[in-house]
């Protein structure tokens, strides 16, 4: 079974950056786009930004300006480089990707704690 693995999450003081990366576990074709959600307790998962195949990205108004999604459809990676960090983007971030017929797929999780 397929699985998006992401790296990079941590704790860092506000006004600091990170960089979260995820990369699929096998090959998943006819990618249409790829992104990155966030979750924190109590709250439903929300889009932070997401990238397609045409290299088009959408960002929530609360990350705009902040955050960078980069990323190859094809080779199933893709990059979320956060600077600026305020302590309202503490959540745990999730890597999915949107493919063919509306597959979806998610990862684990990773957790980002921006300390003020």
């Known amino acids: 079974q397929v699985q998006l693995v992401e790296s990079g999450g941590g704790l860092v003081q506000a006004g600091g950056s990170l960089r979260l990366s995820c990369a699929a576990s096998?090959?998943?074709?006819?990618?249409?786009?790829m992104g990155w959600y966030r979750q924190t307790p109590g709250a439903q998962r929300e889009l932070v930004g997401t990238?397609?195949?045409?290299?088009?990205?959408n960002y929530a108004d609360s990350v705009k300006g902040r955050f960078t999604i980069s990323g190859d459809t094809d080779k199933n990676t893709v990059d979320l480089r956060m600077s600026s960090l305020k302590p309202e983007d503490t959540a745990v971030y999730y890597c999915?990707?949107?493919?063919?017929?509306?597959?979806?797929?998610w990862g684990q999780g990773t957790q980002v704690t921006v300390s003020s």
């Open positions: 096998e090959r998943i074709f006819s990618v249409n786009s």
């Open positions: 990238i397609t195949r045409g290299g088009s990205t």
């Open positions: 999915n990707t949107v493919a063919w017929l509306g597959r979806n797929y």
